[in-house]
């Protein structure tokens, strides 16, 4: 495929043994929405955008999660990419949905996980560029956006960082730097509530 052609991350550090571990500090180029950074409760979700578990998530749990803690400033939502198989088009997702700017950011993350199923059954070029279209961009700007080699050094060095904090998997989630083994809204909510409420 052409357009994924120039997208040579090192997607084999996947199978690098990852350390434990987590982090809430700041990674460079974290997408982040709700309370300001140093927030006294900040999730972190690594995610993938041809994630079935994370679109699950998007289109199940998100919107209450947002309404509960993100809208009403209680928490710092931190999302981090992590792309997954497809990893070229995970890859392409993620630049595209950075080049779209950060208030498109989310909105195009989210359209790119509610199109998994057209986006694993068709050719993923189309289906990425009307997205891409949707946000305003052109289809010269798409291909630039998703060949740019400073931006996938960034994924690159971004990917290496969830690694060494330990992350294997998708999706993700972590409060306070704990990693949450239920992420549904009840599960998340026991943990966010209890760090809303210490000290």
Excluded at 74 to 80: A, G, L, N, Q, S
Aim: with cysteine; hydrophobic share 45%; aromatic share 8%.
């Amino acid at each position: 495929m052409t357009l994924f052609r120039n997208l040579a991350l090192a997607v084999a550090a996947f199978a690098l043994t990852a350390c434990s571990g987590g982090s809430t500090a700041p990674v460079e180029g974290d997408m982040a929405l709700g309370a300001a950074e140093g927030a006294k409760v900040t999730v972190v979700e690594y995610a993938s955008v041809t994630c079935g578990h994370c679109a699950t998530w998007q289109e199940q749990v998100w919107p209450e999660f947002k309404a509960r803690y993100v809208d009403t400033n209680k928490v710092r939502y931190v999302f981090r990419e992590f792309p997954t198989d497809p990893a070229p088009v995970a890859i392409a997702g993620f630049l595209m949905a950075r080049c779209a700017g950060p208030d498109k950011y989310f909105p195009v993350i989210h359209e790119i996980m509610a199109s998994q199923r057209e986006l694993f059954t068709a050719a993923p070029r189309p289906v990425l560029l009307r997205i891409a279209n949707g946000a305003g961009l052109s289809e010269q700007q798409f291909q630039d956006c998703v060949t740019n080699e400073d931006a996938i050094t960034a994924m690159d060095t971004r990917i290496k960082s969830a690694l060494d904090a330990g992350i294997n998997g998708t999706p993700t989630f972590m409060v306070n730097g704990e990693k949450v083994a239920d992420s549904s809204l009840a599960g998340l909510s026991e943990k966010v509530d209890a760090a809303l409420a210490a000290g």
